[in-house]
């Protein structure tokens, strides 16, 4: 449940999964890393972590989590720009929770982001979301 970086040309990003109080946070630096930023919490509430992160081509990093809400268990996603800015939190889809759904793993191209886990089960398997953020 460690830490995940993403960079792009004009910033480096670190998110991680803090169990102390169950947050996910991100912290921004500029490209050269000289200094990371007061970090900002991303989820709201009830986090598990085990998430990963990605630029977007816009320049804002969108990052993934899982959390638990009454009783459901999701992937989420939401966009956080250096500024301080957040979009709203996305419910990616609904996963077991258990240690076997394993970890998010974002990757990007252009506006089309790919989101992979895995699904527990007698035979696991990878599940694949594709979502275009244009």
């Known amino acids: 449940n460690g830490p995940r ?7 480096v990003a670190a998110t991680w999964y803090t169990g102390v109080d169950g947050s996910v946070r991100v912290s ?5 890393g000289s200094a990371f930023y007061f970090p900002l919490r991303v ?7 085990r998430g990963d992160c990605v630029f977007l081509p816009d320049g ?23 500024d301080g800015r957040f979009g709203e939190p996305y419910a990616l889809a609904e996963v077991a929770g258990d ?3 394993g970890f998010l793993r ?6 089309n982001v790919w989101a992979l886990w895995t699904e527990p089960g007698a035979e696991k398997r990878v599940a694949v979301a594709k979502m275009s953020l244009r």
Do not use: C, I, K, Y
């Open 28 to 32: 921004f630096s500029p490209a050269d």
């Open 5 to 11: 970086l993403a960079a792009n040309a004009t910033h």
């Open 43 to 49: 989820d709201e509430g009830a986090s598990d972590g």
């Open 106 to 111: 974002l990757a990007v191209a252009d506006w």
């Open 60 to 82: 804002s990093l969108l990052v993934g989590w899982m959390a638990r809400d009454e009783g459901q268990v999701a992937w989420w996603l939401r966009r956080v720009w250096p």
């Open 99 to 101: 240690r076997d759904s």
